[in-house]
DNA sequence: TCTGGGGTCCTAGGACCC
DNA sequence: TCTGGGGTCCTAGGACCC
């Protein structure tokens, strides 16, 4: 069908196995060998060890579920610091074997081993199995591994044996491989697209890559024509080996439990997640053009609507009064709300932005050296006086404004 | 599965222009 | 009433990922 050496490339996909759970039960020796499952701080199961999967729990069930499943379960808070940590020492594993290496996420990341067999004295598979061993024994959590020729045949040759697998695919395998392969597992084709290509008869990736280009081009978008060449073989996708250090949006959203028509209270939640937007945005140095604002109802309804900013700005105090009527716009009484959500796009690096844009530089000035301060000295907001869960149980009313800073009394 | 939070990229279609 | 082509920019929304 199609022919191709056994290693034209050589990508390897590390994945970590329940990840977060892992961390957990690596710090702490008594959670060792027991269901474990993070995310107690919101009571909605986020990663979930080995241990606990054999009772049938999955991702953003309740705890109240969880216990009647599985009674001795332990239920621990989620500690980011602490995975940002172990993936740091991930990587500098993995560096030590390439130094063409992608972290795809916290968790997950890409090497190229191209070339490097003769520099190891090892082929590609010793290579994995080294690796592998290296960062179970230094780290205490268990990964899964998988060697291929494309970034989306490793992707799969890694999810193929879980937990603590190591999968290679070589270019001489594809096809055979491939026929274990049901088309929904594949990376990139999701529930609508694989739903879509069983009507075609499509049932496994082997299915997929037997098609003729002309099919797949005239059948399907570009991104699946993509996937459809790596999966025969053809590097597509390349490493990404820059650090994350640009942004296309940022957004912050948060559900609360009890769901609310408190107009104050959504108000005041909006305002939070608009200003920690522009915080991040700051920190990247980006002005923002365009806030994109929405409420969701409890049946799942969007109520949302967009600003777009002639003075793009960092600062989201000065575009208080469309802010609001904004807001004014989409909320409707008597409607119950479980989310409030914005994200921030149209981002512009502050330093390519033209200064004649901004009306007034003196004011600009002087909030920037202000800003700062508020950040550090952590000044309402909005919410952040109060206590979320105060909030929730509305035995605080939060002042549902931005506050006006009286440039007047900072010295210049 | 009665459904959390943070992202990316692509396409279709309308507006507007020549 | 019928009758053209093509380009660009923008927006909304879909689909997918971890």
């Known amino acids: 069908m199609f022919q191709i050496r056994s290693w034209p490339e050589t990508i390897l996909h590390v994945d970590g196995d329940a990840f977060f759970a892992s961390v957990a039960q690596a710090v702490d020796p008594r959670l060792k060998g027991k269901p474990v499952v993070t995310g107690q701080e919101r009571g909605i199961a986020t990663a979930i060890s080995y241990e606990a999967k054999k009772y049938g729990i999955k991702r953003g069930m309740r705890f109240v579920e969880m216990k009647?499943?599985?009674?001795?379960?332990?239920?621990?808070?989620?500690?980011?610091?602490?995975?940002?940590?172990?993936?740091?020492?991930?990587?500098?594993?993995?560096?030590?074997?390439?130094?063409?290496?992608?972290?795809?996420s916290i968790d997950e990341g890409f090497l190229d081993l191209k070339g490097l067999r003769s520099p190891h004295h090892m082929g590609y598979?010793?290579?994995?199995?080294?690796?592998?061993?290296?960062?179970?024994?230094n780290l205490g959590i268990t990964i899964s591994l998988g060697i291929s020729v494309t970034k989306s045949l490793a992707k799969i040759a890694s999810d193929f044996h879980k937990p603590s697998g190591l999968t290679v695919i070589d270019g001489k395998n594809i096809e055979t491989f491939l026929k274990k392969i049901p088309i929904q597992k594949v990376w990139g084709i999701g529930e609508?697209?694989?739903?879509?290509?069983?009507?075609?008869?499509?049932?496994?990736?082997f299915d997929f890559v037997s098609q003729s280009e002309e099919f797949v081009q005239s059948?399907?978008?570009?991104?699946?024509?993509?996937?459809?060449?790596?999966?025969?073989?053809?590097k597509i996708y390349e490493l990404n080996l820059e650090k994350k250090t640009t942004y296309q949006s940022i957004s912050k959203t948060q559900t609360f439990h009890p769901p609310t028509m408190d107009k104050d209270i959504l108000w005041a939640r909006l305002l939070a997640h608009i200003e920690d937007a522009f915080i991040k945005a700051r920190t990247y140095n980006y002005r923002v053009e365009k806030v994109h604002m929405f409420l969701k109802t409890q049946s799942f309804l969007y109520h949302a609507t967009e600003i777009k900013l002639k003075n793009q700005t960092q600062y989201p105090f000065l575009i208080r009064n469309e802010l609001e009527k904004a807001f004014n716009k989409i909320y409707h009484p008597h409607v119950l709300y479980r989310t409030t959500g914005c994200t921030i796009t149209n981002l512009k690096e502050d330093a390519n932005t033209q200064q004649g844009l901004f009306q007034n530089l003196h004011l600009e000035h002087k909030v920037k050296k202000i800003y700062p301060f508020i950040e550090t000295k952590k000044i309402d907001f909005g919410t952040s006086l109060f206590d979320k869960e105060e909030i929730q149980e509305k035995k605080v009313k939060p002042k549902p404004s931005i506050p006006f800073l009286d440039l007047s009394l900072i010295s210049t």
């Open 219 to 234: 059948h399907l978008s570009k991104p699946f024509f993509e996937i459809y060449q790596e999966l025969r073989g053809k």
């Open 68 to 104: 009647k499943m599985c009674p001795n379960c332990i239920f621990v808070r989620s500690d980011y610091e602490l995975y940002s940590l172990y993936s740091h020492r991930l990587f500098e594993i993995l560096r030590q074997f390439s130094p063409s290496v992608e972290e795809y």
């Open 125 to 137: 598979e010793e290579m994995g199995r080294k690796i592998k061993n290296m960062i179970e024994s």
């Open 192 to 205: 609508q697209t694989s739903a879509y290509l069983r009507k075609l008869s499509i049932h496994t990736a």
